[in-house]
């Protein structure tokens, strides 16, 4: 595992995620050329969905093959189906309805409702299932070695719907869990584990914005993941903070180059 992160910060918020889809469509273009194919892990909120509207609108998609992209999610708001405040609903409008994805790779996390009912737990375990099913030979955790992993960093350092003090982020058997009693809603979310996180080649972390500034600080100075889920996000490879000037403003000056 790589903890040392890479800490990269871009003007504002706009140029941020142009930078993060550019940076993704090479990484994902460089995999399917190595590999054939390449698998991702999406993140939801404004910057995760400001990100793919970017790709979306970036003549550089062409170099992905999007036939051969395996997408999962690091969470979901458990609501029903189609639901505007679900993740995958979000990432649809903003890029997944104008690429040419296969469906069959395209794993969203289930809705309420449906065959699980209103049980996230079940839920949860449903997705664990799938995600183990995919894993190769060796996967230790039981989940794919995604490529890349992208998660959105909260005001109060969350990173998926893991949160400051809640059973989630202390999880260390499961790959994915139903939260309850989120602090922000809706309350009730399945979620991916540090566990599975970390399984990942490479995570990104973004963050935009000064309500991100503390958020920030706190995750990078060696706060522990209990009081700072993001400081427990890392990746096998690589690890990299996003961030635009006004999330970077408590950083020490050292930690990263000028911004370009």
């Known amino acids: 595992m790589t903890r040392t992160p890479q800490v990269v910060v871009h003007h504002d918020p706009r140029e941020m995620a ?16 190595a590999r054939g194919t390449a698998s991702v892990v999406l993140t939801g909120g404004r910057n995760g969905n400001g990100l793919l509207a970017a790709l979306a609108g970036s003549a550089t998609g062409d170099a992905v093959d999007w036939s051969r992209l395996d997408l999962w999610w690091g969470d979901e708001r458990f609501l029903p189906e ?12 903003a890029l997944l309805a104008h690429v040419p994805l296969d469906p069959a790779r395209v794993h969203a996390m289930p809705a309420s409702g449906g065959v699980h ?14 995600l183990a099913g995919a894993a190769a ?3 230790h955790p039981g989940v794919p ?3 890349v992993l992208l998660l959105g960093v909260g005001p109060d350092t969350h990173v998926a719907s893991l949160f400051p003090e809640h059973p989630g982020v202390q999880e260390t058997a499961r790959t994915v869990v139903g939260v309850h009693g989120a602090p ?15 399984a990942a ?11 991100k ?8 100075s060696g706060a522990g993941e209990l009081q700072a889920p993001a400081a427990g996000a890392y990746g096998t490879s690589r690890t990299v903070w996003m961030l635009d000037t006004a999330a970077a403003g408590r950083l020490p000056r050292d930690l990263y180059p000028p911004a370009g």
Do not use: C, M
Request: negative net charge; glycine residues 6%; hydrophobic residues 45%.
């Open 213 to 220: 500034a503390d958020a920030v600080a706190l995750a990078l």
């Open 18 to 33: 142009r930078a993060a889809a550019a940076r993704l469509v090479t990484r994902i273009a460089g995999t399917q050329a």
């Open 145 to 147: 070695e995604f490529d």
């Open 117 to 130: 009912g209103d049980d996230a737990d079940a839920a949860a375990a449903a997705y664990a299932e799938e």
């Open 184 to 198: 922000k809603p809706p309350p009730t979310r399945v979620s991916l584990t540090l566990r599975a996180i970390r």
């Open 137 to 139: 030979p060796g996967n």
């Open 201 to 211: 080649r490479e995570v990104w972390l973004l963050a935009a914005g000064e309500d």
């Open 82 to 93: 189609g639901h505007p405040d679900r993740n995958v609903t979000q990432a649809t409008e």
